[in-house]
């Protein structure tokens, strides 16, 4: 089996398999305009190295956009805006917004403490109780569908 190789204007060798450098310069620039996570920059620099949040956020927490929040989102620098704009869409747990941003769930776990501090996000109030626990026969059906997989 072999290969075919081709000679270019100057001189180099190569086989047939070949993309050209500027071309791949342009898709990758423009897949990472589309895809947050081909973002060349350090989670920690995101976050200015810190690894918590002041504020105790679970994987659940629900998060939803306040009225400054609303008002101020275009002003924002681009990981806080992403965050702000998925919240103003609809409330959305906090791990399937670092999900959606396709960022680390701890940076964005930190972002979304600043941004509640900072008044442009809000923990959405649970519809019960803390105490009240969830129906046995819910949680029957979700353990047989688990093991049905």
Known sequence: MSRRSTTTAAGRTGGAKRTPTAARGRAASAAAAREPSLLKVRPYL?????????????????????????????????????????CHQQ??????????????????????????????????EASRPASERPDLSLLERVLDGLQNL
């Open 46 to 86: 995101l976050t200015g190295g810190r690894t918590t949040s002041e504020i105790d956020l679970t994987l659940e927490t629900m998060l939803e956009i306040t009225e400054q929040g609303t008002a101020s989102r275009r002003t924002l620098s681009l990981e806080p805006r992403q965050i702000v704009e998925v």
């Open 91 to 124: 409330p959305i747990p906090l791990v399937d917004l670092a999900a959606k941003l396709a960022l680390p769930f701890q940076v964005t776990r930190v972002l979304v403490g600043d941004l509640i501090g900072e008044g442009f996000l809000a923990v959405q």
